[in-house]
């Protein structure tokens, strides 16, 4: 039996998990048919949608992958004045999706991605949240986690 001061090695590894923030943990398979999806709506302020869209695909989208959320899709809403963002999260369980959202506000990547992407103003007014299950006459869906 392996000992590290004075502990053995599973009592060493769960105290490492523990410790270790969730982001850095093996992600979690999530069944789609069971997992949580939460539909965002990003309402975007005036002449910001670019700035928006830029800060998804150059870092939102991959720190929200870092923190165990499931990118599922997204889309630009082609009818609203200043644009709005709607997309798509996937979470094993809501017990998850608020863990991986904390994990992800205090990400000191995001805060500074955030800070410097607002350095002129807000680029979202107002989001709104949805959550949802999937039915069971759902065609399937393949998440990449």
């Not at 999530?30 to 990003?42: F, G, I, K, N, S």
């Not at 991959?62 to 996937?90: C, E, Q």
Request: charge should be positive; glycine fraction near 4%; aromatic fraction near 10%.
């Amino acid at each position: 039996m392996i000992k590290a001061y004075g502990l053995c090695a599973p009592a060493v590894l769960s105290l490492a998990l523990a410790i270790t923030p969730a982001w850095a943990q093996a992600p979690i398979k999530l069944d789609p048919r069971t997992a949580v999806y939460e539909l965002r709506t990003y309402y975007v302020a005036p002449g910001k949608l670019e700035a928006l869209n830029a800060r998804f695909r150059q870092h939102t989208l991959k720190l929200f992958d870092r923190h165990g959320m499931t990118n599922v899709a997204y889309w630009s809403d082609m009818d609203a004045p200043n644009g709005r963002v709607i997309y798509i999260l996937a979470f094993p369980s809501r017990a998850a999706r608020e863990a991986d959202w904390k994990a992800f506000s205090q990400d000191p990547e995001w805060r500074k991605v955030a800070a410097a992407s607002e350095a002129n103003g807000k680029l979202v007014e107002k989001v709104n949240s949805v959550f949802m299950s999937m039915t069971d006459d759902s065609p399937a869906l393949k998440l990449k986690h």
